[in-house]
């Protein structure tokens, strides 16, 4: 296929441990023009990270599989789509088996399944699966959907349920015609079968497809299955601090290993980098303050090409400008929550903010600490100007002194799991490989 014929969609939640090989098992189908969107449902590990170094696109969507893959869809109105878990591997030349089935005249089909076990019983299940699956026409998401774009818009996409979303677009694609099922078979994992008992899990499956066929509730299945329910949208404004990408300005402490020019293209990088994941966790407005002024070209671009609200920091130590930060924003929006990010966490995702955000409804603060004793988010349901002061910035007691002084304010705050930040050469050691299109161009700049 020419182009981006073939869009292979990923529906991904936490899945840091599957998503390298993963991805390092599609680049060649990308190679031949594959176009490859992972849509993640909110992860708060490094699965927002790991997707944007090895995807082609990177899209955030409410949690639960048939959401995520109609936002994945979303867009392609020709060539084919091919839906993927993030624990199933394709057969080689799977992109070319699509395209021979489509061009026979095909309008759908999936692939056999085979489950990554010894288990005899699980052989006995694989085979159960791809036999059912021809003689009924319906296919499971295990076994990589494919379906021409016309034709999965023409039936309106996945039905937006939690679960058994891949049996309903089957049932509507058969009513247009047979799938084609490949016998070349995808590999899935077992890790289902294998959490929970293979009998016991069986059992819980043949149940859970008969209670659907019966009319239960498919969120009262999926609530049975143990899916994680879906969050409720929230809002806040997020507010990024950023230097300018100067040499010599911009992450001193890294320049030691990267140079000044490869500290400012660091720089440079992980400002877009934060302002795609806050935009992309759909909070409501961002904004940009910019140090040492707003004026630089880079911030006049950002501005200029994306519509990014860019202030100049203000005079002063770190809490004075954040505190400038707070001030303006509950002066202009008294009633929404405010979110203080700067762009030192290359694991920090959208999820991270949108489980922020809803924290607040509940809470006058929240934090995000930093490994190294600092923190990577402050968020404020309201004015804190305590906080700010007599903090002993850019040293191990950040954290620790700021608890001290929301207990002093009498306010009540939550905080999520500590993340890594990027300051010391020791960081870049382990960070640098989120950035492999940085990386010869950081180690061949002069310092």
Same mark, same amino acid.
């Given at each position: $296929?020419?182009?981006? #014929?073939? !869009?292979?969609?990923?529906?991904?939640?936490?899945?840091?441990?599957?998503?390298?090989?993963?991805?390092?098992?599609?680049?060649?189908?990308?190679?031949?023009g594959a176009w490859v969107v992972i849509v993640d449902g909110g992860s708060t590990d490094a699965t927002w990270a790991l997707a944007r170094r090895g995807a082609d696109e990177v899209r955030v969507a409410p949690l639960g599989r048939a959401s995520q893959m109609n936002a994945?869809?979303? =867009?392609?109105? &020709?060539?084919?789509?091919?839906?993927?878990?993030?624990?199933?591997?394709?057969?080689?030349?799977?992109?070319?088996?699509?395209?021979?089935?489509?061009?026979?005249? #095909?309008?759908? =089909?999936?692939?056999?399944?085979?489950?990554?076990?010894?288990?005899?019983?699980?052989?006995? +299940?694989?085979?159960? $699966?791809?036999?059912? &699956?021809?003689?009924?026409?319906?296919?499971?998401?295990?076994?990589?959907?494919?379906?021409?774009?016309?034709?999965?818009?023409?039936?309106?996409?996945?039905?937006?349920?939690?679960? $058994?979303?891949?049996? @309903?677009?089957?049932?509507?694609?058969?009513? !247009?015609?047979?799938?084609?099922?490949?016998? @070349?078979?995808?590999?899935?994992?077992?890790?289902?079968?294998?959490?929970?008992?293979?009998?016991?899990?069986?059992?819980? $499956?043949?149940?859970?497809?008969?209670?659907?066929?019966?009319?239960?509730?498919?969120?009262?299945?999926?609530?049975?299955?143990?899916?994680?329910?879906?969050?409720?949208?929230?809002?806040?404004?997020?507010?990024?601090?950023?230097?300018?990408?100067?040499?010599?300005?911009?992450?001193? !402490?890294?320049?030691?290993?990267? %140079?000044?020019?490869?500290?400012?293209?660091?720089?440079?990088?992980?400002?877009?980098? +934060?302002?795609?994941?806050?935009?992309?966790?759909?909070?409501?407005?961002?904004?940009?303050? =910019?140090?040492?002024?707003?004026?630089?070209?880079?911030?006049?671009?950002?501005?200029? !090409?994306?519509?990014?609200?860019?202030? @100049?920091?203000?005079?002063?130590?770190?809490?004075?400008?954040?505190?400038?930060?707070?001030?303006?924003?509950?002066?202009?929006?008294? %009633?929404?929550?405010?979110?203080?990010?700067?762009?030192d966490c290359p694991l920090l995702a959208p999820g991270h903010l949108q489980q922020a955000a809803r924290a607040l409804a509940t809470h006058d603060a929240v934090l995000i600490p930093a490994e190294d004793g600092g923190y990577v988010l402050l968020g404020l349901a309201r004015?804190?100007?305590?906080?700010?002061?007599?903090?002993?910035?850019?040293?191990?007691? +950040?954290?620790?002194?700021?608890?001290?002084?929301?207990?002093? @304010?009498?306010?009540?705050?939550?905080?999520?799991?500590?993340?890594?930040d990027l300051d010391e050469p020791a960081d870049w050691a382990c960070a640098r490989g989120f950035y492999p299109g940085l990386v010869p161009a950081i180690e061949t700049a002069p310092s």
């Amino acid at each position: $296929m020419n182009g981006h #014929a073939l !869009r292979i969609v990923v529906p991904v939640y936490q899945e840091q441990a599957a998503l390298p090989a993963l991805l390092a098992a599609l680049q060649p189908l990308r190679s031949r023009g594959a176009w490859v969107v992972i849509v993640d449902g909110g992860s708060t590990d490094a699965t927002w990270a790991l997707a944007r170094r090895g995807a082609d696109e990177v899209r955030v969507a409410p949690l639960g599989r048939a959401s995520q893959m109609n936002a994945g869809a979303a =867009g392609c109105e &020709s060539g084919a789509l091919l839906f993927l878990h993030a624990d199933t591997r394709l057969p080689e030349g799977a992109d070319l088996l699509v395209q021979q089935a489509l061009q026979a005249g #095909a309008q759908w =089909g999936r692939f056999d399944v085979r489950i990554d076990s010894r288990q005899p019983l699980l052989r006995v +299940v694989q085979t159960l $699966m791809n036999l059912r &699956s021809r003689w009924t026409g319906i296919a499971t998401g295990d076994q990589a959907i494919f379906v021409r774009a016309e034709a999965f818009h023409a039936v309106g996409g996945f039905a937006d349920q939690p679960l $058994m979303e891949d049996i @309903a677009l089957s049932t509507q694609l058969r009513r !247009r015609s047979a799938p084609a099922c490949l016998r @070349a078979r995808v590999e899935t994992s077992a890790r289902r079968w294998e959490k929970h008992g293979v009998l016991r899990t069986i059992a819980l $499956m043949w149940s859970l497809r008969l209670r659907y066929f019966l009319g239960a509730d498919p969120q009262a299945l999926a609530d049975r299955y143990g899916y994680a329910r879906r969050l409720p949208a929230t809002q806040a404004t997020v507010a990024v601090l950023a230097k300018a990408p100067v040499r010599g300005l911009a992450k001193t !402490r890294l320049a030691p290993a990267l %140079g000044d020019a490869g500290a400012a293209r660091l720089q440079r990088r992980l400002t877009l980098d +934060v302002l795609q994941t806050a935009r992309a966790a759909s909070l409501g407005p961002i904004e940009l303050w =910019g140090s040492p002024d707003a004026r630089h070209r880079f911030f006049r671009a950002l501005r200029r !090409r994306c519509g990014i609200a860019t202030q @100049a920091q203000v005079a002063g130590d770190l809490g004075a400008r954040m505190q400038a930060v707070m001030d303006a924003h509950f002066a202009a929006r008294a %009633g929404q929550p405010l979110l203080i990010v700067g762009t030192d966490c290359p694991l920090l995702a959208p999820g991270h903010l949108q489980q922020a955000a809803r924290a607040l409804a509940t809470h006058d603060a929240v934090l995000i600490p930093a490994e190294d004793g600092g923190y990577v988010l402050l968020g404020l349901a309201r004015p804190l100007p305590q906080v700010f002061r007599a903090i002993t910035w850019s040293t191990a007691q +950040v954290a620790a002194q700021t608890r001290e002084r929301l207990r002093e @304010a009498g306010a009540t705050w939550t905080e999520l799991p500590p993340l890594a930040d990027l300051d010391e050469p020791a960081d870049w050691a382990c960070a640098r490989g989120f950035y492999p299109g940085l990386v010869p161009a950081i180690e061949t700049a002069p310092s």
